[in-house]
């Protein structure tokens, strides 16, 4: 698949499936724009790449901040002229990077709070933006990121499953119909368990074994693609087969 010319903004972009995409998307001939909160990570990223060609933009930004968000895109498009691909890849299990794992009700409302923002709003925001680019340039690919956790629920992190469901579903179903007539698509991926982090690997799936970050990256680079030319509204589940054990 050929990204030349094709400019590509990765959020979540400084680590895991994030920064597999943007350098997968680099390494194809796309302008890339690494969008994340970690302005550390973001530098080593940078410094990783032996030459940009000028094609790599690395953007401190939180999702979570609609003004830097629009700002992100807006210095995009300004720099590279259009933006071709959107991938919403920021995101996390609030209970995780709170180290706190109580029950919803226990929880501190701060922490449910920062779990909608991130992987709901942040997803929202960028996708507000970039479709209103998107339909105006009249072609774009959206690829958001769900969970099998959107489906099966989690007592731990009701944050992430709720914002993991309401994207899969309600967000990439309306934004799909909203972009269709305007040669934009928007698509979603739901991960099983993905080694961006060994604990993954003790989730249970019909495989036997966790997914490689890659294979989920080959997946997101479909999407994008001229290839999946006729895939909009759809939510690939890449679960290893976790969903078929639930079922017996
Ligand atoms: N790893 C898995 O097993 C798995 C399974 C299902 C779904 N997912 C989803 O896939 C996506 C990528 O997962 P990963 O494992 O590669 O993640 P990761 O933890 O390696 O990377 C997430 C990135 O998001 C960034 N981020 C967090 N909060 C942010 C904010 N407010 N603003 C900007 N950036 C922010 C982090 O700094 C980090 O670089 C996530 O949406 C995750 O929920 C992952």
Redesign the pocket.
């Given at each position: 698949m050929d990204f030349q010319g094709k400019t590509v903004i990765v959020?979540?972009?400084?680590?895991?499936?994030?920064?597999l995409s943007g350098q997968n998307f680099f390494d194809r001939g796309a302008n890339v724009v690494l969008?994340?909160?970690?302005e550390e990570?973001l530098r080593r990223v940078q410094a990783s790449f032996a030459d940009t060609e000028g094609r790599l933009l690395a953007l401190g930004?939180?999702?979570?901040r609609f003004a830097q968000v629009r700002a992100a895109v807006e210095r995009t498009v300004k720099t590279f002229g259009s933006l071709d691909v959107m991938i919403n890849?920021?995101?996390?299990?609030s209970c995780r990077i709170f180290g706190c794992w109580d029950e919803f009700c226990d929880l501190p409302i701060e922490q449910v709070q920062w779990g909608f923002?991130?992987?709901l709003m942040?997803t929202v925001y960028f996708c507000h933006e970039a479709m209103r680019q998107m339909k105006g340039q009249k072609s774009g690919a959206i690829v958001n990121?769900?969970?099998?956790?959107g489906i099966e629920g989690d007592i731990c992190g009701l944050d992430?499953a709720a914002s993991?469901s309401a994207i899969m579903n309600g967000l990439n179903k309306s934004l799909a119909k909203e972009g269709a007539p305007y040669g934009v698509r928007v698509n979603c991926i739901?991960?099983?368990?993905?080694l961006?982090?060994p604990g993954?690997a003790s989730m249970k799936t019909a495989l036997g074994r966790?997914a490689d970050?890659q294979e989920i990256v080959d997946m997101v680079l479909y999407l994008a693609s001229e290839e999946s030319s006729f895939v909009t509204g759809t939510t690939i589940l890449m679960d290893g087969g976790r969903h078929l054990l639930m079922n017996g």
């Open positions: 959020t979540g972009g400084a680590s895991g499936m994030g920064l969008c994340d909160c970690d990570g930004c939180d999702v979570r890849c920021a995101g996390g299990n923002e991130v992987n942040g990121f769900g969970s099998i956790t992430y993991k739901a991960p099983g368990p993905v961006t982090r993954m966790a970050p």
